[in-house]
């Protein structure tokens, strides 16, 4: 089993990508802690799924862009499990708006969240991990959006581009300790995250459209990457980026 014996926290597990990931790493052998903000019973439900599956979970709630939240989560983890092996950043939203008229407030919002919230909660998995001495994996979900831009997503894909940015620093910082850093690159995964843009079937057809491998992502598309990244199979991979996009990203014409 890949992940036997480690312990997985995960920002954002309650649904989507976070969500595909926990349950990975559980099959994987995993125990796993997940973080979440507003659905209660969704992330119980993910601590369910990781039980029957014979590994142990817990379900924190807290608000990454809080810096606070960062310590807390990882501590919690660490009474419950002993120690932080693997780390998945992931925690973010997608709020649609247009450039010219973007309200400070979602403009805000949308950097603390997944941006400062990124760093924060990488940071304090880093010093965890320092202080076992026993090296580490951090996985940060990024975006095909950190390479192409989106009208509506002028907010969001500077963010996107920061993590990715991010873990290629942090893999510098980090290497002498034995934590490699690397990011994945979704393309479009159908969750809630975008489920009001895909809502419009004309836009959902053109962008199915445009991916080689013929279909928009699911979230499960997501989980073996991210697997990977965690594990000792990748284990002289670092600052490295994976784009997961069914090939959008090379479709030019
Ligand atoms: N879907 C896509 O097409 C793509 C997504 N991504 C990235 O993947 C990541 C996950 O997105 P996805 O699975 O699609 O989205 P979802 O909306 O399905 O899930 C988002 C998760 O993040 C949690 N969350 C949101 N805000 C906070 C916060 N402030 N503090 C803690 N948790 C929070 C949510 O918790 P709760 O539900 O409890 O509020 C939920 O568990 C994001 O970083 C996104 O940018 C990247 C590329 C493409
Ligand atoms: C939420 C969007 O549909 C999604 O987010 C990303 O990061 C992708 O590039 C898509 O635009």
Redesign the pocket.
């Known amino acids: 089993m890949l992940l036997e014996g480690k312990t997985v926290l995960i ?10 990931a926990a349950v990975e790493c559980a099959r994987a052998a995993a125990n796993v802690a ?7 019973a ?2 119980e439900s993910v601590v369910a799924e990781i039980r029957s599956l014979g590994r142990e979970a817990i379900a924190i ?6 810096p606070a ?1 960062a310590p807390a989560f990882v501590a919690a983890a660490v009474t419950a499990f002993g120690g932080v092996d693997v780390f998945v ?6 709020p649609f708006h247009a450039f010219l008229d973007m309200p400070v407030a979602v403009l805000d919002r949308t950097m ?3 941006l400062h ?2 760093y924060y909660m990488v940071q304090a998995a880093a010093n965890q991990m320092v202080a076992q001495g026993r090296g580490g994996s951090i996985v940060a ?5 950190a390479l192409v831009g989106g009208e509506y997503q002028t907010h ?1 894909t500077p ?2 581009a920061g ?1 990715h940015s991010l873990m290629q620093s942090c893999a510098i910082a980090l290497g002498r300790h034995g934590i490699r850093c690397n990011s994945v ?10 489920k009001d843009d895909l809502a419009d079937p004309e836009k959902r057809a053109r962008m199915a459209a445009r991916i080689p491998l013929g279909r ?2 699911v ?1 499960e598309d ?1 989980a073996g990457p991210i697997l990977f990244l965690a594990s000792d199979m990748a284990r002289y991979v670092t600052g490295a980026a994976l784009l997961v996009d069914g090939g959008a990203f090379v479709n030019l014409q």
């Not at 997940?34 to 209660?40: A, H, K, Q, T």
């Not at 709630?61 to 809080?66: G, I, M």
């Not at 979900?141 to 959006?145: C, K, R």
């Open positions: 920002t954002g597990a309650s649904q989507g990508i976070g969500r595909a997940i973080n979440y903000l507003g659905d209660e969704e992330a709630r807290s608000d990454v862009a809080d939240s950043s992931n925690a973010g939203i997608c603390r969240v997944n919230g990124a979900v990024s975006s095909i959006s969001y963010t996107k993590v690159l979704p393309g479009t995964i159908q969750t809630a995250i975008n928009l992502g979230p997501l």
